[in-house]
């Protein structure tokens, strides 16, 4: 009887010595050796970008000439002052227009410059003189008599940082004056609220100006498609065109994005629609309702935009086919349009070029044909340049602004770019680890590892930085700051790892483990269930006895 009550005391130990192994010990290993690793994120953080609170401050640096201001009106003159301007553009994004003025006597050197015969040789003697900064201006205010501007010009806008202006006369407060032409200057060269809410909106809106979003690059394509090649032996030299007008351009874009050109020559290819004739003028006609018939069937040929990594500006010039010529492009009014060409938003434009068609006795098919490129890349530079957002705004009737010359940009046209692309930047960023956010928390399985973590540490605290940055004035860095956040933010969105594919669901982790605890759980369990029920019974038996 002995022996027996040692058996089953040394069999209730040994059951419960396994069910407190599996359950001490088993059952918190397998739960962290099965348990999805994931770091912490900053939430606080990518919260805080979502309300899109900007401040754009603007250096600005008023130097009087000689004899623009008085002798107390020049005593008088404060060193700086701050005008504000707060713009809700909707419940979650507000922007705080600060423009710093500071205002001085200009130097020997500066006066100097201002004497030369023509506001052009001013501007160009002037622009070594200044700090050249991103996002900051120089005005220049000059006596009213001063001979430097033409007659009939208040405001000199040039291609640089800087604009001379012609001092008013009047019996008021001449500062006040200044300060208030000097915020239409800035309004001309700097940001507008309207450029702001197009880089915050999300949706395409329909004026025909609005540019490509912002991205780390950009490959642009000039396509020449000859349908015709039997009639039209077509030659255009398109790596001398690119050198001469397109790359300046691109090189002063070269802290935007990088940039890949290349070229191709389509046979065969027609646009899609049949011109309507016109007898009156013996012409071909593309009326403006049908010309968004004509990219799709041109863009199945072009074989750009399904390997590129990076957004594609495609820039097609159209020789007719013979038995189409000439073919003009007529705008919605049913005027000729003056450069027979159109351009598509986020996509690029089209240009119809066309030949002088001899007389048929006189014709030797194929007709040589040598493209004018001067006229060709003059409006497929305008058009890039609008496919960018960059456009010269409504300006009162004395403002001058010079045209941007071979480089196709103004050093100020440059700032007011990267004004808007590091507000999109921003509101990208946000919009991205928002949506990452959300997606983390709705799906607990997903592995976040700690290189994923980092990215998005590094795009929050970028994001912040050029916040600050753009409220001190600082676009170079504010931009170079808001490109790193996107790239960290891109990285961090679209890393591998996060394929909650990968990984089971805790239903399947479930099914999967079970069948191989359920053999081992069930002894374990029926063992503890009748070493339970025996010690029922046995508190029971002394009180029987008793």
């Given amino acids: 009887m002995a022996a027996d009550e040692a058996e089953k005391a040394r069999g209730t130990r040994a059951a419960l010595s396994f069910a407190a192994v599996a359950l001490a010990l088993g059952l918190p290993l397998w739960w962290k050796t099965t348990e999805t690793y994931r770091a912490s994120l900053p939430y606080g953080g990518i919260s805080a970008l979502g309300s899109l609170r900007f401040q754009l ?18 005593r008088r003159l404060p060193f700086s002052d701050t005008k504000e301007e707060e713009n809700l553009l909707n419940s979650k994004a507000s922007v705080t227009s600060c423009y710093v003025m500071t205002y001085r006597s200009a130097t020997v050197t500066e006066q100097a410059a201002l004497a030369v015969a023509t506001v052009e040789e001013a501007d160009v003697a002037l622009h070594p003189l200044q700090e050249d900064l991103l996002g900051a201006l120089t005005v220049y205010v000059i006596p009213e008599t001063s001979p430097l501007l033409p007659q009939g010009v208040g405001v000199y806008v040039g291609n640089h940082r800087s604009a001379v202006m012609r001092c008013m006369p009047g019996s008021g407060d001449v500062l006040a004056a200044v300060s208030a032409r000097v915020q239409q200057i800035v309004q001309a060269m700097s940001f507008t609220i309207d450029s702001i809410a197009t880089a915050l909106s999300d949706r395409m809106p329909t004026d025909t100006r609005h540019p490509f979003k912002s991205s780390l690059g950009y490959e642009i394509t000039f396509s020449l498609l000859n349908p015709d090649p039997k ?25 935007v994005a990088n940039f890949s ?4 020559i389509l046979y065969y290819a027609v646009l899609g629609v049949s011109p309507r004739f016109d007898k009156a003028s013996s012409s071909f006609i593309l009326s403006a309702h049908s010309l968004p018939h004509v990219i799709n069937p041109v863009e199945a040929r072009l074989g750009s935009s399904a390997t590129s990594l990076y957004p594609v500006l495609n820039f097609l010039l159209y020789v007719p086919e013979r038995v189409h010529s000439p073919l003009y492009i007529q705008d919605k009014d049913g005027a000729p349009v003056g450069t027979n060409a159109f351009h598509s938003p986020r996509w690029g434009g089209i240009m ?19 493209v004018d490129m001067v006229q060709v890349m003059e409006v497929f530079l305008a058009q890039l340049r609008l496919l960018f957002g960059i456009s010269r705004e409504s300006l009162p009737e004395d403002f001058l602004l ?44 997903i592995v976040i590892k700690d290189d994923v973590a980092s990215e998005v540490y590094r795009a929050v605290a970028s994001a912040q930085i050029a916040l600050l940055e753009l409220a001190s004035g600082h676009l170079g860095t504010a931009f170079q700051a808001s490109k790193e956040a996107v790239t960290s933010s891109e990285r961090a969105f679209f890393d591998p790892s996060l394929l909650h594919l990968l990984y089971f669901p805790d239903d399947q982790k479930f099914a999967i483990y079970i069948p191989l605890f359920l053999p081992m759980a069930v002894p374990i369990l029926l063992s503890l269930v009748k070493i339970l029920r025996e010690a029922t019974q046995s508190k029971k038996e002394p009180m029987k006895t008793d």
């Fill in 261 to 264: 050109v290349d070229s191709q």
């Fill in 231 to 255: 009639s039209h032996d077509v030659h255009w030299d398109i790596e001398a065109a690119v050198s001469s007008y397109v790359q300046p351009f691109l090189n002063k874009l070269g802290s």
């Fill in 57 to 74: 401050t603007v250096p600005i640096s008023v130097v009087f000439a000689k004899g623009a201001l008085s002798g107390a009106q020049q």
């Fill in 352 to 370: 119809v070029y066309n030949i002088d068609q001899p007389a048929p006795e006189k014709a030797s098919l194929p007709l040589r044909v040598d």
């Fill in 402 to 445: 010079v045209s941007p010359g071979s480089e196709g940009l103004a050093d100020w046209e440059l700032d007011r770019l990267l004004w808007t692309r590091t507000i999109e930047n921003i509101a990208t960023v946000s919009t991205t680890l928002t949506s990452l956010a959300q997606l983390l928390d709705k799906i607990g399985n």
